[in-house]
């Protein structure tokens, strides 16, 4: 089992919808959870960090259940330039970030 | 003002060749990193250096050399490539002090061993 599992779809929505990205990981004693963003042949970047409390940046919504290890990322009223890929992101005991597979999103007009 | 590069960019190569990448980075940062994302686009970590020192040495082919003369430079060099490291390698950089650590990456280095 992948220590970070993603949806890879991808996801084909139109602009102004609402879509959300499920992320399950397999370590309990994981310590911080991530969304990056990353665009076709770019590198990643931090989208947002996710707090247990859950957290809003703008229209990017991001919620953690430690219970289910369950992470989840809400985009309302898409953009075009939303389209990238969504790596969802954990941080081991260890310190290293364990990636998951990315879940490819693409908002039409 | 770029704050983590790396060349080449584009890297086309022989089986059994050494080749070399490099990675600078400005931001100050004491922690560096160098990814490999395959072609199932799955980012793995390869190593980490904490001021010069090697802290995560994941299960990677000795072929593969991580070397850090200074806090701002990891360089890449791998002996004998082989067809299976095709990749984009990726370094990056991040302050292990920040309140969440966040990791910045450099552009990319497209590999293709032929």
């Known amino acids: 089992r992948k220590e970070v599992e993603q949806d890879p779809g991808p996801f084909n929505v139109p602009e102004g919808a609402t879509v959300a990205f499920n992320c399950t990981y397999s370590?309990?004693?994981?310590?911080?959870f991530f969304w990056y963003r990353q665009d076709c042949r770019k590198e990643p970047k931090l989208l947002m960090s996710v707090y247990s409390s859950g957290n809003e940046d703008g229209r990017f919504t991001a919620q953690l259940n430690r219970a289910s290890q369950y992470i989840s990322l809400l985009i309302r009223d898409s953009k075009l330039s939303d389209s990238a890929t969504y790596l969802c992101v954990v941080r081991n005991q260890g310190g290293k970030l364990i990636f998951g597979q990315g879940t490819e999103l693409s908002v039409k007009p | 003002d770029t704050a983590v590069s790396q060349t080449p960019k584009y890297l086309v190569t022989q089986m059994g060749n050494d080749k070399s990448i490099k990675c600078e980075q400005n931001l100050g940062h004491d922690t560096m990193y160098w990814y490999k994302q395959d072609s199932k686009k799955f980012l793995k970590i390869m190593f980490s250096y904490n001021n010069k020192e090697l802290i995560i040495n994941e299960t990677v082919p000795n072929r593969f050399s991580p070397k850090s003369p200074d806090k701002a430079h990891l360089n890449l060099h791998i002996n004998s490539l082989e067809l299976g490291d095709s990749a984009v390698y990726f370094c990056a950089s991040s302050q292990e002090t920040s309140p969440q650590e966040t990791q910045y990456f450099g552009p990319g280095t497209r590999l293709l061993v032929l």
């Open positions: 370590n309990s004693a994981s310590q911080s």
